[in-house]
């Protein structure tokens, strides 16, 4: 199971430029460009550390954006949640920490840790908390994963019963399961459900019984 990305952010709060002022980080290096701005190459190497690599990679905001606009526009949201990749107005990332009715708590990379200095060209890694009126979209990269992860034994077992209810009976089974009926192995009733061994040795034991 893959490390969530929201782990791997925090564990790199207070890592800052070296030299000061240089842009030059570990993120630039993994990258490649380093020396450069790097808010979005931070993002990419905590998703990358965590075992999730994004599928489009690049350090500029806009172009991530526009990625995910036109071949994933569905994973573009405006409701944000934990673990989102935030798009600022301001040219700039993160990744989304927590949310409240007017703010978002973001992990920034490439930024300052308070309002005095560049927000967009900063540098350290820092958390930061600011209005939603700044942001331009949210990018929900791997939401199906966290829903799998979040699901409980009894929910998936729950969905896989509600998926295989829906479903008709094969035709070619149709015939031997009213055989069945009618000998008494089985009543017959939600023939696609999952069923545990024990109610599978039951049945078997029913027509050894009645061989």
Known sequence: MAEDVLKIAAAELGNT?????????KYGAWYGLDGNPWCMMFV?????????PLPHRTASCSNMLS??????PEQVVSVPKPRDIIIYSFGHTGIVESVTANTVTAI??????GEAGS??????VFRRERS????????????????????????VYDALNDYLSKQ???????????????LGITDG???????????????????????
């Open 168 to 182: 008709p009976v094969p035709g070619w089974a149709q015939k031997e399961l009213e055989e069945a009926v009618k």
């Open 67 to 72: 990625w995910y606009q036109k071949h994933h």
């Open 17 to 25: 430029e070296s030299p000061s002022g240089s842009n030059r980080t």
């Open 44 to 52: 990419l190497w905590c998703f990358d550390q965590a075992g999730q």
């Open 108 to 113: 920034e990379g490439n930024t300052s840790a």
């Open 132 to 155: 939603k009126t700044l942001v331009t979209a949210y990018i929900r990269a791997f939401d199906d994963l966290d829903k799998e992860e979040d699901m409980t034994g009894k929910e």
């Open 189 to 211: 009733k939600e023939p696609m459900a999952l069923i545990p061994r024990y109610q599978a040795a039951i049945m078997a034991k029913r027509i050894k019984e009645q061989s």
């Open 119 to 124: 927000q967009s060209n900063g540098g350290g």
